[in-house]
């Protein structure tokens, strides 16, 4: 099994640019989220689905976007990129049953000009 | 709402000497309790987690954690430290029936020759 993968793994985008996170998993985990990781602030979930089809906003969804069409993906969208958003993007997965721990992907590390 | 504080940014120990990570958490409801390692440049890896049960748990590497309710808190140990054991460390908790996990802001563990 790859486990988690996201790609890509390093981007800059300039203010007002936009661009997609992509996540997948082939653990056929239910749940998937997204979580952003900034100095001292530890890790901050941004969107998390329980299932295909299903989606909510977790602590800061603001000026983020996702949908969950297949088990095995779950793209983060940025519209309007600012530098705000600056940060490290971890995708993480886990079963939704039993309160199994999450399994993290890379991440991805954004720049925002 | 629920929270996790690791009042320690940084814990500094010399290799062979004792490691404790402190945690505290703030729930309504009965905690599920995770820790996770991450070590430069990479994703978070699973160490341990306490659902219900024993108050202490065993985890990867010869880590272990203890539960204990009445102070709330969820200690990190390991009984001699490895300088391969220097990481940023993340406490997290969750509840029943809510997948969101919340996360400290992280630890920094350096374990020096």
């Known amino acids: 099994n790859a486990g988690v993968t996201q790609t890509p793994k390093f981007q800059v985008l300039k203010t007002g640019q936009s661009m997609t996170l992509q996540c997948a998993q082939d653990m056929n985990h239910e749940y998937m989220s997204w979580y952003r990781q900034d100095p001292g602030m530890g890790l901050r979930l941004i969107h998390y689905?329980?299932?295909?089809?299903?989606?909510d906003q977790g602590e800061v969804p603001n000026g983020y976007n996702v949908s969950r069409s297949t088990t095995e993906d779950f793209p983060l969208r940025l519209l309007s990129a600012a530098p705000s958003q600056t940060s490290v993007y971890f995708c993480?997965?886990?079963?939704?049953?039993?309160?199994?721990?999450?399994?993290f992907g890379p991440g991805t590390r954004l720049t925002v000009l | 709402a629920q929270s996790v504080a690791q009042p320690e940014d940084q814990v500094n120990v010399a290799e062979g000497n004792p490691l404790t990570v402190k945690c505290t958490y703030s729930?309504?409801?009965?905690?599920?309790l995770f820790w996770y390692v991450q070590y430069p440049n990479r994703g978070l890896q699973f160490l341990l987690k306490y659902i219900t049960g024993d108050n202490l748990v065993k985890g990867s590497y010869g880590f272990e954690a203890e539960f204990n309710k009445s102070q709330t808190s969820f200690h990190l140990k390991k009984p001699s430290a490895l300088v391969s054991d220097s990481a940023l460390y993340f406490c997290?908790?969750?509840?029943?029936?809510?997948?969101?996990?919340?996360f400290g802001a992280g630890t920094t563990v350096t374990v020096r020759a």
């Open positions: 993480a997965s886990s079963r939704l049953a039993d309160y199994n721990e999450q399994f």
């Open positions: 997290a908790v969750r509840v029943l029936n809510d997948y969101k996990l919340s």
């Open positions: 729930v309504s409801g009965n905690p599920y």
């Open positions: 689905s329980v299932g295909a089809g299903i989606t």
